[in-house]
């Protein structure tokens, strides 16, 4: 089974995690790792993430759901509720969002250039639900209307969601390019127990 980092502070080398003070953040501190990479403090696989209710319609093309926070998370200031929806634009397009229920965050005032046009009968993708309790999802290829290829996939025990600190933990496939704010000689990214930054 695999491991989300519980410490990404490590990652900078000087704020390492002690048993204890893994402990006293409610994750788990196993020594035992087969590549340096693996993270030694990692979130549990249960009581942990939020749990999602139905589903539901919310619009043309677009579905929504109440999360649950589910346990404590790591960081403190967790929202006890979130709203996960869905929207689906064209062929080519599938925005997830997970919000406050009371949608009263910033928001930074870009232009996103949405297609205008909804989501057809010829899409080339596919949202599955895999769990509820606690939640994941992942989003498959589909090639006309077969379910195929699968390019993203959370950690059913993954989303945090607190004040000044949204994480989210996907697998993703080994041939990503350009991912991630960082310099590096090739595009092609490491998605072994990997941490890029998306958002500066």
């Not at 900078?12 to 196993?30: E, I, K, Q």
């Not at 589903?55 to 649950?68: F, M």
């Not at 090639?143 to 059913?156: F, H, L, P, R």
Request: net charge neutral; charged share 25%; hydrophobic share 30%.
């Amino acid at each position: 089974m695999s491991r989300v980092d519980c410490w990404p502070e490590r990652l900078g080398g000087h704020d390492l995690p002690t048993m204890y003070s893994c402990r006293a953040r409610n994750c788990v501190w196993d020594e035992h790792v087969s590549h340096p990479d693996v993270p030694v403090c990692y979130f549990p696989h249960n009581n942990t993430g939020y749990t999602m209710s139905s589903l539901d319609p919310d619009g043309p093309n677009a579905y929504k759901a109440v999360l649950r926070r589910k346990g404590k998370g790591p960081f403190g200031k967790d929202f006890p509720l979130a709203e996960f929806r869905v929207e689906e634009y064209g062929e080519n397009v599938l925005r997830v969002m997970i919000d406050t229920v009371s949608h009263n965050r910033f928001r930074p005032p870009v232009p996103l250039n949405l297609p205008q046009n909804k989501a057809t009968d010829q899409q080339k993708y596919k949202l599955v639900v895999d769990n509820k309790d606690p939640l994941a999802f992942s989003v498959y290829r589909l090639d006309n209307g077969v379910q195929g290829e699968k390019i993203w996939s959370t950690s059913a025990d993954s989303l945090v969601f607190a004040d000044q600190f949204l994480q989210l933990t996907a697998a993703i496939p080994s041939y990503v390019y350009g991912l991630g704010e960082n310099t590096k000689n090739t595009f092609k990214r490491d998605t072994h127990y990997k941490t890029y930054p998306i958002f500066a």
